[in-house]
Nanobody, 116 residues
């Protein structure tokens, strides 16, 4: 079994910053891709950012230049630094891990609310 535990969500004013972290534990020691998705009310879940074990990153156009994804392979952790947050960034953010065997795992989600 693989567990993903997320932390760092909360309420922030527009223009503020938050840092999300996700740590994988259980029967996994390496990964193919780790990343973050988000789902706003009434919308489909969408990719925010992802990073491969080789450090290749992908970002949604809406967050480029504002969000940065990093990883620590040894700690099986991925972090998302979110700067200059906007109300449209409000969503539940989910951590995702794709194993070397291409199995998908998801965290429980953490709420990010951007509001004045």
């Amino acid at each position: 079994q693989v567990q993903l535990v997320e932390s760092g969500g909360g309420l922030v004013q527009p223009g503020g910053s938050l840092r999300l972290s996700c740590t994988a534990s259980g029967s996994i020691f390496s990964f193919y891709v780790m990343g973050w998705y988000r789902q706003a009310p009434g919308k489909q879940r969408e990719l925010v950012a992802r990073i491969t074990s080789g450090d290749t990153t992908t970002y949604a156009d809406s967050v480029k230049g504002r969000f940065t994804i990093t990883r620590d392979n040894a700690k099986m952790t991925v972090s998302l630094q979110m700067n200059n947050l906007k109300p449209e960034d409000t969503a539940v953010y989910y951590c995702n891990l794709v194993s070397l065997g291409r199995d998908y795992y998801w965290g429980q989600g953490t709420q990010v609310t951007v509001s004045s």
